[in-house]
């Protein structure tokens, strides 16, 4: 395969998982901006800050308000990772590694191209937000669904993986890491209705607020919260799941060309440090170290990947 | 529908349905015209989803468009397409050898069959390449020969395309279309199949390939990249052959190789097939300034290891003064007269020539030597005054610069609208593919169709459709 292809095929399913990530975070500020009247700003800057955008964000808004986090969320086309820019890149990938593609992965992604240009054509009123963001989403599993049902397992789909889980595991991140404080253990607030209300924002910016109750069987709790995101294997969002899935389609590669690359090294790193860990004493080390940690780290095996793959040289 | 006007209908003769169309009109009379509609929405539909799209050269950031099909075929009976092809066999033949000529002992110039000046004058013709002969001595190894008709059996080369002919992308798909939408039609109808022409088509180059290449050739596809108006086509045909698609920067010299960057390292390519215009193949030879092409390459092609096809300066074939010889051309390499007649060529280098077509310059399409596309022409019976003189005044600053030709009485067939069927002016270009072990032409090829009323500009730039192409089985 052309390194090329690989980079197009690893970028395409980054820009798709991009895209659903978006539609996850806005929903979930969204909500808690209709259960509040008051002080939506510092969520809305939190949903700025999670989705790595403030300063694009501040360089055209001084506001942090729904109408202005939205629109730059999904429409903006200043905005790299707005969900316009990411299926157009998307997209663009797509065309780029045709070839590799079946049919039906094809269609699903040209088809996404052109449902979401013309959703996104003007700003979306607030009325008409909850059903495009599920059409965002429900278009993701779609190409999702192909990419399963039509793709053969081989180092093409393996590039595809890559893509979604390390940015699946560079969004959970921040989601947790942006959200953290609201996760140490601190006598005077447990219990208090904003901590439950801040709690299921975080549950529903991963799609979790339901798999929780059904997983853990308990209250919310700081612990079991971070447990549920941090190292629970069962979670798809979870960060231990998708480093255990960057592993595993790193190790489909190495048996498929006979040979092992740095990268591989790295993500092994990568997921020992979540493996047979204890939240508490994740939570003792410093939640929020531990995260800047992994976020780096994903950010690096990124870069090995692309280097080991040749991507771009 | 009529058959008044003076245009040669294909579908219908003088008083009666003309034969290839007589099963396809029974059938289409009984259709109800609202589900054909609603069939060719849904066609539209498909070919958007499937991204069957062009871009627009000059249009900064333009919407990719779609190039209107039109669901019902062009027709050709066996016998039709027995002279037609054995008529291309004979011309890319003539023109192969041709290309080898001038690029070596130049026998035509000596003859003064050809005027040494219309090689000398033209850019098109790489030095580069003489004294030098490409792997199978093959040096335009696909090629899309327009043809117009103009009445019964009266057929006419317009263009002989050596260079990088595009569309026949279009001409698999528009059968695919056609397969899916009317299922029962080929049923009924018995014809001659397209599909197999991505597999000659590999075969093709791969029998091309360099006396350097041990094993199996590797073939890919060069394409300047998405951006690119063909680009649709060039991925299709990568797809279809099963073989890489290639930009470029995915290339570079490997011990003296042409080799791609692929995951596992760098792997050797034996044969491209070269979606890129010779300036910018090689920015140490032709354009310094590409980024589109392999620095090298040529050094990699003048040692004899790598194939390009089709080869650099085929151009020179294409040229449309070189086209008024093409009947002398053809008798000089095959002995034989040709099959298929020239369109009746004013080169306006010739002073008798351009008095003439400066004085009937109203009802003659004029072009320039070196374009292509529909673009730079002038068709003198739609043209106005002001046109009319601007032109003038171009032919007579640059006269070696133009050819004019009658305008043709090009035949029509009937296209789909919502009113019924409506006759529009067709052409026609078949494809051919040149290797050592023979020329190996897909039955049919696309038709192009002026959609507007009277138009006799087929070209998908200035708003051409296409159409499905039957050859009938015998």
């Known amino acids: 395969m052309l390194g090329k292809t690989a980079g197009g095929l690893y970028w395409m399913f980054r820009g798709l998982e991009r895209a659903e990530n978006n539609a996850r975070l806005i929903e979930a500020g969204f909500r808690i901006a209709l259960t509040r009247s008051t002080n939506t700003e510092t969520e809305w800057k939190s949903v700025i800050v999670t989705s790595a955008a403030q300063q694009g964000f501040t360089a055209k808004h001084s506001e942090f308000n729904s109408t202005n986090v939205i629109d730059y969320l999904l429409r903006d086309t200043d905005n790299p990772s707005s969900v316009l820019s990411v299926v157009k890149q998307a997209r663009d990938n797509a065309r780029l590694v045709r070839t590799a593609l079946t049919t039906e992965v094809w269609s699903a992604v040209n088809e996404t191209w052109m449902l979401i240009t013309e959703l996104l054509k003007n700003p979306v009123p607030d009325t008409d937000l909850p059903e495009v963001l599920s059409i965002i989403r429900q278009q993701s599993a779609l190409v999702r669904g192909a990419l399963h049902g039509t793709m053969l397992r081989n180092d093409i789909y393996d590039f595809c993986r890559l893509g979604t889980f390390i940015e699946r595991m560079d969004s959970t991140a921040r989601i947790i890491d942006v959200k953290y404080y609201t996760l140490l253990p601190s006598p005077s607030l447990v219990g208090s209705r904003m901590d439950n209300v801040q709690w299921e924002t975080l549950l529903r910016s991963v799609s979790a607020h339901r798999s929780y109750r059904w997983a853990v069987e308990e209250d919310y709790t700081a612990t079991n919260i971070a447990n549920f995101l941090v190292l629970d294997r069962r979670m798809p969002r979870s960060l231990a799941f998708c480093a255990g899935q960057i592993v595993e389609n790193l190790d489909y590669l190495a048996e498929e060309y006979c040979d092992r690359r740095p990268s591989h090294d790295m993500a092994d790193r990568l997921a020992a440090r979540l493996k047979g860990r204890d939240i508490h004493s994740i939570i003792e080390e410093g939640l929020h170290d531990v995260l800047g940690t992994i976020i780096s780290d994903v950010a690096a095996l990124g870069a090995q990947i692309e280097k080991d793959y040749r991507f771009n040289y | ?474």
């Open chain 2, 1 to 474: 529908m009529t058959s008044q006007s003076q245009h040669f209908s294909e579908m219908m003769g003088q008083d009666n349905v003309r034969t290839p169309y007589v099963d396809y009109n029974a059938w289409f009379s009984r259709q109800d015209t609202a589900r054909l509609s609603r069939k060719a929405q849904e066609a539209e539909a498909f070919f958007r989803r499937t991204g069957i799209t062009f871009n627009v050269y000059g249009q900064a950031d333009a919407e990719e468009r779609l190039i209107p099909f039109d669901l019902v075929p062009r027709i050709l009976t066996s016998a039709e397409w027995a002279k037609l092809s054995r008529g291309i066999d004979q011309r890319v033949r003539a023109v192969n050898a041709f290309l080898h000529d001038i690029y070596n002992r130049q026998e035509i110039l000596r003859a003064g069959v050809v005027p040494i000046e219309l090689i000398q004058n033209n850019d098109a013709f790489l030095p580069q390449m003489i004294g030098f002969t490409p792997p199978g001595d093959v040096y335009t190894h696909i090629v899309g020969t327009d043809i117009v008709c103009t009445g019964e059996g009266e057929f006419f080369v317009l263009e002989d395309n050596a260079r990088t002919p595009s569309g026949v992308s279009y001409m698999l798909e528009n059968r695919e279309t056609m397969l899916q939408m009317f299922p029962e039609l080929f049923s009924k109808i018995k014809v001659q199949p397209v599909s197999d022409y991505p597999k000659n088509l590999r075969r093709s180059l791969a029998a091309c390939a360099p006396s350097s290449c041990e094993g199996r050739p590797t073939v890919a596809v060069l394409t300047p990249g998405i951006h690119n108006s063909a680009y649709y086509e060039h991925s299709f045909l990568a797809d279809q052959m099963g073989v890489e698609l290639v930009e470029g920067h995915d290339l570079r010299i490997v011990d003296g190789r042409i080799a791609m960057r692929t995951t596992q390292g760098h792997k050797v390519i034996d044969v491209i097939y070269r979606r890129i215009d010779d300036d910018f193949l090689d920015p140490l030879t032709f354009n310094p300034d590409s980024l589109l092409g392999v620095p090298g390459i040529m050094d990699v092609y003048r040692a004899g290891n790598i194939t390009i096809a089709n080869a650099p300066g085929t151009g020179v074939a294409d040229d449309k003064a070189i086209y008024s010889y093409m009947p002398d051309i053809v008798e000089f390499y095959t002995g034989e007269r040709a099959i298929l007649k020239n369109v009746e060529t004013y080169r306006c280098s010739e002073a008798d020539s351009l008095k003439y077509v400066l004085d009937n310059l109203a009802d003659l399409v004029v072009k320039e030597v070196h374009g292509s596309g529909g673009y730079g022409m002038l068709v003198g019976p739609a043209a106005s005054k002001q046109e009319l003189a601007d032109f003038a005044a171009k032919l007579k600053a640059r006269p070696s610069n133009y050819i004019a030709q009658p305008t043709l009485s090009l035949s029509t067939v009937p296209i789909f609208t919502d009113a019924g069927l409506a006759p529009r002016h067709v052409d026609l270009r078949p494809f051919a593919l040149v290797s050592p072990e023979g020329v190996n032409i897909t039955p049919g090829g696309l038709t192009r169709v002026a959609l507007k009323e009277g138009s006799l500009v087929v070209n998908s730039s200035q708003g051409g459709g296409t159409k499905d192409t039957w050859v009938l089985e015998d």
